[in-house]
């Protein structure tokens, strides 16, 4: 059987991972709320590690790093007024780096991610976060309309269980490898770690 081909490569589009120099990396919604809160993920831990990583080697490498933070309802998901609504002290942003504020799954809908990413000029865009199937895949799919080329980290991101529409569970890796795969087809290059792009091993 012939093995399947994503659409970038049938159409000829496909392109190299992006290199942290001349790239800009955008970590979306890690978040506490995905730790301790209601959508706590099965696997956030070794996905913050990863993003962990990425950012250290994007700060190392003086890539430019944007971070987007959902704005939830006061006393509810991501309540902006608490604990939950915090970046991950593991992912917090530094001086200097860019904050986007947004209230849909998009992080583009409503915010100025767009300006921002043309105000700095680069192509390529390295993506991680949460959750997978949400706010990630939304993200990388209005990137391609916008022009971007998109590098997304499979191992820098998680998602949780989901409810089937004939009442079976997806599971949470079944729902993160179902997503990774679509958006491998036609809207990312996908590596596997944030090793791919540093050279280095992530410590989990």
């Keep these: 059987m012939t093995q399947p081909q994503t659409l970038l490569q049938l159409t000829g589009r496909t392109y190299a991972p992006a290199s942290l120099g001349t790239a800009t990396v955008l970590i979306i919604d890690a978040q506490e709320e995905y730790r301790s809160g209601t959508l706590a993920l099965p696997h956030v831990e070794p996905a913050v590690a990863q993003i962990a990583r990425l950012l250290e080697a994007a700060r190392a490498q003086g890539a430019p790093v944007i971070h987007v933070r959902h704005l939830g309802i006061p006393g509810g998901l991501f309540d902006p007024q608490g604990a939950r609504g ?119």
């Design 86 to 204: 915090d970046f991950l002290a593991e992912a917090r942003p530094q001086d200097g780096e860019a904050i986007i504020e947004k209230r849909l799954p998009n992080a583009f809908a409503g915010t100025d991610l767009h300006e921002r990413l043309q105000a700095l000029g680069r192509l390529d865009v390295v993506v991680g976060g949460f959750m997978t199937h949400s706010s990630v895949s939304s993200t990388v799919r209005a990137m391609k309309d916008y022009g971007y080329r998109c590098t997304l980290i499979e191992g820098a991101c998680a998602t949780r269980d989901l409810p089937g529409p004939d009442n079976q569970t997806l599971s949470a890796e079944q729902a993160h490898r179902l997503e990774i795969a679509v958006l491998a087809d036609n809207f990312a290059i996908v590596v596997p770690d944030a090793t791919a792009l540093t050279g280095q091993p992530v410590q989990s």
